[in-house]
């Protein structure tokens, strides 16, 4: 495989403002949710990301018709006639697992590969299965995970974890079906109602209750749709993250504030200063950054585990002694090998990394272990007086469209080298 390298040269302050692409956790559900029912669906923004173009592989495998201009994907699914999904379109990307919902929901039937864990865990799917189990599905796992949901019924569905592909697996396999499901212990990811969103667009009945579970009236016939994807809170967050990091000034332009207070309220502690408006974050951080006594990833709307690598990076130089604790994927610190490559002063205690704030970085030769480490590593390297060089960016071009476009655009000195 051919796995590029960025050349950062850091010391540079970011300042500018910046729209942020389409969000890669809510476009994979949503465009899993393509093959319910009739009529071309039209996503408007999608992230132009190696897991879409996977994605739409494993789309046109099925039997849809895809056509993709820019950023808009028009999706036909009425030829749909497949329900086995190969080792090779599947292995390559982890959400493929959505289309075990989509297709017990549209050929009620599915053969998946069973999916192996991935860098940053084992990654397990017993809730998946048991939620489409209490939903009337039976399964048959042995080489393959092979699904029939012949008398899809409908019920009362009890997670056990809040977990967010589980739910929308549980929603995608559920929406066609004559019936009223209540997943209770749903998760409350931003993206799991846009999928919500989405496929109220297209006629489905769902809504989330006082309580946060999530009912759906089903078997209402879907329809077409057009529909526009709402920015990548993990992109923003990565931003306002690297401009931290480099003591600069970002605005963020048509963003959701709220959607990342666990970061922003993190920031504030931090010493940074944070303007949120209706649709707008202004972040200025001039001062020298204090230190996070403690912190825990968490479930949303905690502290998402997928900024929790970029903030460890930019912790490498705030003052004091940090602890950043990873509750939710247990393989997230192998960042730390890379960081201490520049002299950082970190050591794993458990589940916990203990990070001692130092002045300065030393630029190094470093390689991303995965996809949210890759950019963490982008951001220590923007804070390191010197030239370092990234390997293995295939794995940051899996959830970033074009991450030296967007770090070049607030002044910082990125390129892609081969
Ligand atoms: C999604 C996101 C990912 C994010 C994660 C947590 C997508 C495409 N990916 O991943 O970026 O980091 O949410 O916010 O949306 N678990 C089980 N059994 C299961 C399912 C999950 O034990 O059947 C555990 C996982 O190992 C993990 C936790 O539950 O510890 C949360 O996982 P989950 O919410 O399912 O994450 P994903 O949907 O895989």
Redesign the pocket.
């Known amino acids: 495989m051919d796995l590029g390298s960025l050349e950062i040269t850091g010391g540079v302050p970011l300042h500018g403002e910046i729209c942020i692409q389409g969000s890669?956790?809510a476009v994979?559900?949503i465009l899993a949710a393509c093959i319910l029912g009739e009529g071309v669906c039209i996503i408007e923004n999608c992230p132009q990301i190696r897991d879409v173009a996977d994605t739409l592989e494993i789309m046109r495998y099925l039997g849809c018709r895809v056509q993709c201009a820019g950023k808009t994907v028009q999706i036909d699914a009425s030829r749909v006639d497949a329900f086995e999904i190969g080792g090779e379109e599947a292995g390559r990307i982890?959400?493929s697992v959505l289309f075990l919902g989509a297709l017990l929901g549209r050929m009620k039937k599915a053969v998946l590969p069973l999916p192996g864990g991935c860098a940053i865990?084992?990654?397990?799917?017993?809730?998946?299965?048991?939620a489409l189990r209490q939903l009337g599905a039976r399964f048959y796992l042995e080489e393959k995970i092979t699904a029939d949901a012949v008398n899809l019924r409908g019920g009362r569905v009890c997670l056990s974890?809040?977990?967010?592909?589980?739910t929308?697996n549980a929603i995608l396999a559920s929406v066609l079906a004559p019936a009223e499901t209540l997943i209770e212990h749903a998760?409350r990811?931003p993206?799991v109602d846009e999928l919500c969103g989405f496929l109220v667009k297209r006629g489905a009945q769902i809504s989330r209750t006082a309580e946060g579970d999530i009912r759906i009236l089903g078997g209402n016939k879907l329809g077409p749709a057009r529909y526009r994807m709402k920015p990548d809170r993990?992109v923003a967050g990565t931003c306002l993250l690297a401009a931290v990091a480099t003591r600069g000034t970002v605005a963020i332009r048509d963003f959701p504030c709220r959607e990342l207070e666990a970061l922003t309220e993190v920031l504030r502690d931090m010493g940074v200063s944070v303007v949120c408006g209706e649709n707008r974050i202004e972040i200025s951080a001039g001062r020298p950054l204090c230190a996070v006594p403690y912190l825990e990833t968490a479930?949303?709307p905690g502290f998402?585990?997928?900024l929790q690598s970029p903030l460890t990076a930019v912790l490498c130089r705030a003052r004091g002694e940090s602890r950043i604790c990873e509750t939710?994927?247990e393989n997230r610190f192998r960042i730390v090998p890379e960081l201490q490559k520049m002299g950082a002063k970190i050591r794993i205690d458990g589940r916990c990394a203990v990070i001692k704030g130092l002045p300065a970085l030393t630029p190094a030769k470093l390689a991303a272990p995965d996809l949210r480490g890759g950019a963490a590593l982008v951001i220590a390297a923007l804070q390191a007086n010197g030239t370092s060089v990234i390997r293995n960016t295939e794995y940051i071009e899996r959830g970033y469209e074009d991450i030296c476009r967007d770090l070049r655009l607030l002044g910082a000195k990125i390129r892609q080298v081969v």
């Open positions: 890669k956790n994979l559900p982890r959400s865990g084992e990654r397990p799917i017993d809730q998946h299965i048991a974890i809040p977990s967010v592909g589980a929308e998760a990811e993206e993990i479930p949303y998402p585990t997928d939710i994927f």
